[in-house]
Every structure is written in structure tokens, then in C-alpha cells.
């Protein structure tokens, strides 16, 4: 029985080790800034993620076991950190906030980043009313947004959907939409409250795999163009 304990022992030891990945040597010459910052005590992540910006704006970006060791930083503060840093240009850090649309409890105990997001296929934006937004999802079916993300409804409760890969909104009528959905096209006059199959008898027989949903532009849009108001 004892060598058995002590073999579940070291087992958990060395399982609980492999789960710290170690830092590289940061005193090796000819280090650049941000890895001696990123190896550093208690890295400030700003101060990291500006230095390795401003360096390969200068520096061609050819992959080390630095990169790929900040690479791995980058994605361990965006899950745990609630530290926004202030930032130049760089595109990946934790200043985004996940706003939704949610498939369930958004704040369900999860060691991912984004807790109950849903998989989002397509997003598009009303051209007629920037706080209009409509979203297809890979699982929860579509929603809608009036106030510029800050709240998402499911629209498709009724359809008994699940991948939504393509929206298309009215240019001059955000209430108006084609989603894809279950082999076929889907249209509603009413913001997604209704929805009616689309095509003549031949076109609806088939199964459609869509993933892109395109409208004609408007001879007034065409002749004046503006440009849109996205987020």
C-alpha cells in the first residue's frame, strides 16, 4: 500500500509541474526589451505588449521560442487578467470585452474567456440604423441587437435552427432581413418576430448550403455612397 501512495504521489507532482511552463533564460545577450519585460517579476502588460509592437514595427518578426512563449502570455492574460492596458497599435490584447450574443448563463463558472458565448458565424450592421445589429451563430441560431451590442434577443426561437452562416439586411429598412438556415433562405418583414421560406417550389426542394447572403445595391445608394457607420 505504501508504494502505491507513493506512486500516486509523484504522479500528482509531476503532473501539477507540467501545468507551470517555465520562463526562458530573460539574462541571454542581445535580448530585446519586451522579452527581458515579459520574463520580468509581475510584467506589467502594457508596458510588454507596447515594447514587442514598437520593436517588430522595426524588426522583421521571425518565430523563437520568445514569440511563441509571448504568444502563450498574451492568450493566459486575456482569460485571467482583468488588467486593461493602455496600448499604441497592437491588436491582440485583453482590452476587448465580450458583449454577447450568449446561447446560456454568461456567468457560468468557466476557465475560458468568454463563458457562454455563442460561435459566431456572420455579423452585419444596418446600414440604415448603425444601432441595428443582427448575428448568426453556429449553434444558437440568429439574434439582434437595437442598441449597438449592449443586448442581443434571440430571433429564431420558433425555427428550430441551429448554424446561421449568412445575413443580409434591407439598406433602407433594418426591420427587414434574410438569414440562411436548414438548407434554405429565410426572410422577415418584422426584425425576425416572423419569418417566411423564400424561393419558388423547385429552389426550396433543395438543400442550399449558403454562406453569403447578398442585395442588390440600391441606383440611390449607388449614386451617392456613404460610408457606413460601423462600430
Not at 19 to 27: D, G, H, I, L, R
Not at 28 to 37: D, K
Not at 136 to 143: D, E, L, N, R
Not at 189 to 204: K, L, R, S
Request: net charge neutral; aromatic share 14%; charged share 20%.
Amino acid at each position: 500500500m505504501k508504494k502505491i501512495l507513493f506512486l500516486l504521489f509523484v504522479t500528482f507532482q509531476i503532473s501539477a509541474f507540467s501545468q507551470v511552463e517555465m520562463k526562458y533564460n530573460s539574462n541571454a545577450e542581445n535580448m530585446p526589451t519586451w522579452v527581458q519585460l515579459m520574463y520580468g517579476n509581475n510584467p506589467d502588460e502594457g508596458e510588454v505588449i507596447n515594447a514587442y509592437t514598437d520593436y517588430y514595427k522595426k524588426n522583421e518578426l521571425v518565430k523563437n521560442k520568445h514569440t511563441q512563449y509571448y504568444k502563450r502570455w498574451l492568450r493566459g492574460i486575456s482569460r485571467f487578467s482583468n488588467a486593461k492596458p493602455t496600448l499604441k497599435t497592437s491588436k491582440s490584447s485583453n482590452q476587448w470585452e465580450c458583449v454577447g450574443p450568449w446561447d446560456f448563463d454568461k456567468d457560468a463558472a468557466s476557465r475560458s474567456y468568454a463563458p457562454g458565448a455563442a460561435h459566431v458565424y456572420t455579423i452585419e450592421q444596418a446600414a440604415s440604423n448603425p444601432n441595428v445589429l443582427y448575428a448568426g451563430s453556429a449553434t444558437a441560431g440568429a439574434w439582434k441587437t437595437i442598441d449597438k451590442g449592449d443586448n442581443w434577443n434571440l430571433i429564431t426561437q420558433d425555427l428550430f435552427l441551429n448554424g446561421v452562416y449568412a445575413i443580409e439586411i434591407d439598406f433602407t429598412n433594418p426591420e427587414i432581413i434574410y438569414i440562411s438556415g436548414n438548407g434554405g433562405i429565410y426572410k422577415s418583414y418584422d426584425g425576425g418576430a416572423n419569418w417566411t421560406v423564400i424561393g419558388d417550389a423547385t429552389f426550396t426542394a433543395l438543400s442550399h448550403s449558403t454562406k453569403d447572403i447578398k442585395l442588390s445595391t440600391p441606383a440611390s445608394v449607388a449614386k451617392s455612397p456613404t460610408k457606413l457607420p460601423w462600430l
